[in-house]
């Protein structure tokens, strides 16, 4: 992370958000673009968050290993912040938060030390910033690919704001309680839903885009073709 930008942090509070930098190719003029997932696409974050992670699908989700030791291996971009409760600026009714725009976490002391301890509320919180990483994660590994997806701009205080975080607080509780993931369905039926149809769908995003991008080269060709093939028959008469 840039020093400033933790500077910009701990002088305004709140106001940091505001100041963010266009330095991301997600970000809009005024606001962010987050993924927009449906319900499967939830399920498929929850179900593969845990899988990446290490936690299959009974281990209980540790998101502070997750923050601390997961994520920096797939991100060497991300950090996170343990902030002293007396230096914490973004206001009390505020426990932990994710900053996009230099894709950093920061939680209390307080709340790493309960969530540390096993606190529920606690490790809700800080797997809430977790899976908002999670989001930005996937964002990145689709365009790896140029596999289309959906975005949504979130403002400050927006509804699409509001709806992202909705999205997140139900991945969250996904993650945390694995059961509802896998409710009433039987071992063929998990692994149609979450591993051979995501599959299908990707490999098909892939050969989708090596189409596309082999009907543009050969049209290209072809009309280069077109252009320089009078000159040729000129120069041969
Ligand atoms: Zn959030």
């Known amino acids: 992370m840039e020093e400033n930008l933790y500077d910009m942090y701990l002088a305004g509070g709140k106001d940091f958000a505001q100041t963010k930098t266009n330095d991301s190719n997600n970000n809009d003029q005024n606001g962010i673009r987050m993924i927009s997932l449906t319900q499967d696409g939830m ?3 929850a179900f593969w968050s845990r899988c990446i992670c290490g936690f299959g699908i009974e281990n209980r989700f ?5 923050m601390e ?12 912040k343990i902030v002293d409760i007396v230096e914490w600026t973004f206001g009390s009714s ?9 894709n950093l976490i920061f939680v ?3 709340v790493y030390n309960r969530a540390t301890a096993g606190n529920l509320i606690d490790v809700i919180t800080i797997t809430h910033e977790v899976v908002h990483v999670m989001q930005i994660l996937i964002m990145r590994f689709l365009s790896c690919f140029s ?4 975005t949504v701009l979130c403002k400050n205080n927006s509804i699409q704001m509001q709806i992202n975080e909705n999205q997140t607080d139900e991945i969250t509780s996904l993650i945390l309680e694995p059961e509802k993931l896998f409710s009433g369905m039987n071992a063929e039926e998990i692994t149609q839903k979450y591993i051979i149809n995501p599959l299908i769908q990707f490999l098909c995003g892939i050969l989708k885009n090596a189409l596309s991008e082999l009907k543009k080269t050969v049209g290209e060709s072809l009309e280069n073709e077109l252009v320089t093939i009078p000159e040729e028959v000129i120069c041969i008469v």
């Not at 030791?69 to 996170?80: E, G, L, M, V």
């Not at 596999?147 to 959906?150: D, G, K, S, T, V």
């Open 69 to 80: 030791n997961i994520i920096p291996q797939f991100d060497p971009d991300y950090n996170y």
């Open 94 to 102: 505020v426990h932990a938060c994710y900053i996009p725009e230099c």
């Open 147 to 150: 596999i289309q997806y959906n």
């Open 43 to 45: 399920y498929l974050t």
């Open 108 to 110: 209390r002391s307080d």
């Open 62 to 66: 540790d998101p502070i290993y997750v």
